[in-house]
Nanobody, 127 residues
Framework: QVQLVESGGGFLQAGGSLRLSCAASGGTFSMHAMGWFRQAPGKEREFLAAISWSGGKTYYADSVKGRFTISRDNAKNTVYLQMNSLKPEDTAVYYC????????????????????WGQGTQVTVSS
């Protein structure tokens, strides 16, 4: 499994932008598809976006499509989540995850099996 550490969270006003980073260690980051999730207080964890190991395929939840962009830099062992036009309802703890059970998977979608998680980073959007 890979070890993941998120960063880049913060407090901002509605309409603003933020880029989250997820740095990986463990040696196999570049071989795995990655994803971003979030969890708001009192709510279940929500899938946001996924990216294939090569970065060639991406997949988004309808709730963030067109506002959020997932990307990765395998040379830096980092995956990113660019968030634009943020809304108060985007307030949550954001987590990155790796699908470390599979190697070199180009599948991205609802049936991915994420099994390595970071500790999360808080994003708070005020109205």
């Amino acid at each position: 499994q890979v070890q993941l550490v998120e960063s880049g969270g913060g407090f901002l006003q509605a309409g603003g932008s933020l880029r989250l980073s997820c740095a990986a260690s463990g040696g196999t980051f570049s071989m795995h598809a990655m994803g971003w999730f979030r969890q708001a207080p009192g709510k279940e964890r929500e899938f946001l976006a996924a990216i294939s190991w090569s970065g060639g395929k991406t997949y988004y939840a309808d709730s963030v499509k067109g506002r959020f962009t997932i990307s990765r830099d395998n040379a830096k062992n980092t995956v990113y989540l660019q968030m634009n036009s943020l809304k108060p309802e985007d307030t949550a703890v954001y987590y990155c995850a790796a699908e470390s059970v599979f190697y070199y998977s180009e599948y991205v979608g609802r049936n991915m099996e994420f099994d390595s998680w970071g500790q999360g980073t808080q994003v708070t959007v005020s109205s």
